[in-house]
């Protein structure tokens, strides 16, 4: 990883952090929107993409808590599903 993807990489997490730490939990979904509010990423694709990795990375290291982030498309709740 190079010094420049390392500290935008920083950067997204650190205001990750501070987001859900006045909000929590929410779904990657409602980060990445909250991330594009405060201007931190753009509203794309690539740029969703990237939350979405970053803060699965960023979990497994313990960089932010598992119970912050939440998949409310469980099995029960997905339309359709009869158990």
């Known amino acids: ?47 969703h993409r990237r939350v979405s990795k970053t803060v699965t990375e960023a979990r497994q290291d313990k960089r932010i808590p598992y119970a912050w982030i939440v998949d409310r498309k469980s099995r029960s709740n997905r339309r359709g599903s009869h158990g």
């Open 1 to 47: 990883m190079t010094k420049g993807k390392r500290k935008s990489t920083t950067r997204l997490i650190d205001a990750a952090n501070d987001m859900l730490r006045q909000e929590n939990p929410m779904t990657v979904r409602q980060l990445f929107y909250r991330l594009v509010s405060a201007a931190v990423i753009d509203n794309c694709l690539s740029d």
